[in-house]
């Protein structure tokens, strides 16, 4: 007598279940060695200068453009000139343009010598808009040691009306590093923050009241 088993279905089940369970376990095993990110947030003031120009217009701050490798919230480093890496397991809490336009927008607007300042979308009738290039934003050894927080900015100044550039400069600012560790590299970027954040709301102030003197 001739007899035929039959697989039943759950053993044909079987298989891939045990294939299932092997992948679950491999991807916990893959997160459980995934290096840990530290996320860095540079705490940055800009104290106001009293030698600042009070002006009675509106100024939109356009967000800054930038090369992919700048705009990024890694944490780009150059070890040597010309070469570019990036540090593990750290990054900042936002892209680098939007840092830089966080902080160009809070210094004016803490400044307490502008009649208003916003964003393009905030729907203010801006005289002024800023419009801002970032170069740079690396720690740089440049052959050294230790690293220097490097920003480098370019800023025009253009009147909403005709589109004409009242004024246009490139802000350059590096500050060292005490050691290699990186929140000492942090902190140095606070400090070429805080510079840049001075220098470009001084220079704004000063060449758009300069220029609305000159049409009065």
């Known amino acids: 007598m001739n007899t035929s088993l039959t697989t039943s279905p759950w053993l044909r089940a079987l298989p891939l279940a045990a294939s299932l369970m092997l992948l679950a376990g ?4 893959s997160s459980q060695q995934r290096d840990p990110v530290t996320i860095y947030a540079p705490l940055v003031q800009v104290t106001p200068d009293p030698n600042w120009p009070k002006v009675d217009w509106q100024l939109a701050v356009v967000k800054p453009t930038a090369s992919r490798v700048v705009d ?3 944490i780009a480093v150059r070890p040597v000139p010309g070469e570019i890496q990036v540090y593990r397991g750290v990054s900042w809490s936002q892209p680098s343009t939007g840092m830089i336009e966080d902080l160009v927008l809070n210094a004016l607007e803490d400044s307490g010598k502008i009649r208003s300042v916003a964003r393009p979308a ?26 220097s927080a490097v920003v480098e900015l370019n800023a025009k100044l253009l009147q909403s009306s005709d589109q004409r550039v009242v004024a246009s400069r490139t802000f350059l ?5 005490t050691t290699t560790a990186i929140p000492q590299v942090v902190e140095a970027f606070e400090q070429s923050l805080q510079a840049l954040g001075q220098e ?17």
């Open 122 to 147: 905030s729907g203010i009738r801006a005289d002024s808009r800023l419009v801002l290039h970032l170069r740079r934003f690396d720690p740089d050894y440049a052959g050294g040691t230790l690293p």
């Open 72 to 74: 990024s919230p890694r």
């Open 173 to 177: 600012v590096s500050k060292p590093a």
């Open 200 to 216: 470009v709301v001084g220079w704004t102030l000063a060449e758009g009241e300069a220029d609305a003197r000159r049409k009065r």
């Open 26 to 29: 491999c991807s916990a095993l």
